[in-house]
């Protein structure tokens, strides 16, 4: 449907056509990183599940490769659903996988490349001897899906992690395993967590203290922490907590007990779940993939013949200044897709301001920005609103004295249609300032049936710091990230106007009582190269 076809991102990963989410599998290998992801090949709603495959050199251009993994298995004839590769070190890969059997039990298979001498792994064989585990007792057929990707414990042996649930309690499952055909459960779980629900698509990573570099995920010590993310399938986000791993006793605790898993930090406040992470060998970081749903109807997906997107791959490491949260950002390779630049320094905005920025067209940008409140109105501001919160009603609309300021993306030249995204700062009665980051979406399309919330979160800013923010957009897609990507929002919006040529950029600063200071530099983006593969050559 060519009326739809703006809302196509130009350099986020998208199969052709038809239903796409979770991220699977994903790995560097031989020179190419390989990206599985579950597929419906025939429409563009959820079913049918496969595995589709693509390889890149650089996360950002795609090759699309024919499917990997088909239901053609009484063990996966309902679905070839969430798994996780493993890397061994004689250089072999084990994928394990969930299937949806001919009877809807899940149960874990695995599968391997046919032919490791193919740098695209392009074949994949499932083991003779499928499922290689099945429900445990007390464990609801329903409720037993999406292996980890395996670490090595001190004994000699591999380890996965595997979510379920009791009653309400969220809960993570471990097995050990020699040979990745037989399993033996552990008595310990590695978590649990009272009324979460099922915890799908489980992962688990040691980050390094020193904020540095990623870490291969069988790598322990006194150097390490540890990561467990939970995707809460009932209210759908990707939920993380630092806490501390005990090999001997396969347990995990929570750093702190009230941001523990799945009630605690979230890896992004809109629209990003089930994701995975995976070390890459080529560059020694972690890097993490998430799917991003639409907020349109389902409707308008089968009439535009696709959903959802994969949002650009995240570096993730320890905010050794903070110490309580991950940094995320954008792998570097994206700034490869940078064009000219447009730069404004020290725009001085004044209360109740909006100024257009001159970048051209701006469905496809990369922003980086950085504000300073006037010093003198926030030591002058008397306010008690630490109460704040992104949600309430108003949004970006409601003013108070020191927010919200930033950016209004996809916007149209007379802000008919406009997504704001933004800090508020919030001072306490003690003085403490306290900061929000948010998106704004109410007004970001005049389209009807499209969800348009209000995200966000706190953002920890330090003494000294500025207010520095990142935004990637890319015609429906918004993802934003404040203070170097300790709290993070990815949006999709439908906007109706300000599609291309017609979507501009403005700063904007709604405060009553503070000038804001804002530099900034914006690039348009190139469109990444995402295309099926023709093997021998294109005849068409
Ligand atoms: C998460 C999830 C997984 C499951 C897969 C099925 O979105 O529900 O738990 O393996 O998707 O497509």
Not at 373 to 387: F, G, P, Q, S, W
Not at 496 to 509: C, D, E, H, S
Request: include cysteine; proline fraction near 6%.
């Amino acid at each position: 449907n060519s009326m739809l076809s703006w809302q196509r991102t130009a350099f986020h990963f998208q199969p052709e056509e038809n239903w796409m989410n979770d991220p699977n599998g994903p790995l560097y290998y031989n020179g190419w990183y390989h990206f599985f992801y579950q597929y419906n090949p025939r429409a563009a709603v959820w079913g049918n599940i496969v595995w589709g495959h693509a390889v890149s050199t650089d996360l950002i251009h795609w090759l699309h490769l024919p499917l990997a993994l088909v239901p053609d298995q009484w063990y996966d004839i309902n679905g070839v659903w969430t798994g996780s590769a493993t890397i061994l070190p004689d250089g072999r890969i084990m994928m394990l996988y969930t299937g949806s059997t001919k009877e809807h039990v899940q149960v874990q298979n695995l599968a391997y490349p046919a032919n490791l001498s193919d740098p695209l792994l392009i074949d994949w064989v499932k083991f003779s001897g499928n499922p290689v585990l099945v429900p445990p007792p007390g464990i609801d057929f329903r409720d037993f899906r999406d292996p980890t990707t395996a670490w090595f414990t001190s004994e000699g042996k591999w380890r996965i992690a595997i979510g379920s649930k009791v009653n309400r309690t969220g809960i993570s499952l471990v097995y050990d395993t020699e040979d990745f055909k037989h399993f033996q459960l552990l008595d310990n779980l590695l978590c649990a967590v009272a009324g979460t629900g099922m915890w799908e698509c489980l992962d688990f990573f040691p980050v390094s203290k020193d904020g540095k570099i990623g870490l291969d995920t069988s790598v322990n010590g006194p150097d390490v922490k540890h990561v467990v993310k939970t995707s809460l399938d009932d209210d759908r986000h990707d939920y993380y907590s630092l806490g501390t791993y005990d090999e001997k006793t396969a347990t995990w605790v929570p750093d702190n007990p009230k941001i523990d898993v799945g009630i605690g930090l979230r890896y992004d406040y809109g629209l990003f779940y089930a994701s995975k992470s995976f070390f890459d060998h080529k560059k020694g970081r972690r890097v993490l993939w998430g799917w991003i749903g639409e907020a349109d109807s389902e409707y308008a997906d089968v009439q535009k013949g696709w959903a959802s997107l994969q949002g650009i791959p995240r570096t993730v490491l320890f905010d050794n200044k903070t110490g309580t949260n991950l940094l995320q950002w954008p792998v570097e390779e994206i700034e490869n897709l940078r064009q000219r630049s447009h730069a404004f320094h020290n725009l001085v905005i004044h209360p109740g301001s909006v100024v257009p920025l001159e970048v051209g067209s701006s469905t496809q940008l990369d922003i980086f920005a950085e504000f300073e409140l006037d010093k003198e109105a926030v030591a002058k501001a008397i306010e008690t609103n630490v109460e704040f919160s992104c949600q309430r009603r108003g949004g970006a609309a409601i003013r108070g004295a020191l927010g919200p300021f930033g950016l209004l993306v996809l916007a149209d030249e007379t802000l008919s249609e406009h997504t704001p995204v933004y800090f508020y700062v919030a001072k306490g009665q003690n003085g403490t300032l306290k900061t929000f980051f948010c998106t704004d979406e109410s007004r970001s399309s005049e389209a009807n049936d499209v969800y348009k919330p209000i995200y966000g979160s706190s953002v920890p800013v330090l003494e000294g710091e500025k207010f520095s923010l990142r935004i990637l957009v890319d015609h429906s897609v918004v993802e934003s990230f404040a203070q170097g990507g300790r709290t993070c929002i990815t949006s999709r919006v439908y906007p109706t106007k300000a599609i291309y040529g017609a979507a501009r950029l403005f700063v904007f600063n709604n405060a009553k009582d503070t000038n804001i200071t804002a530099s900034l530099t914006i690039w348009q983006m190139n469109p990444a190269f995402i295309r099926p593969y023709h093997p021998g050559g294109d005849h068409d």
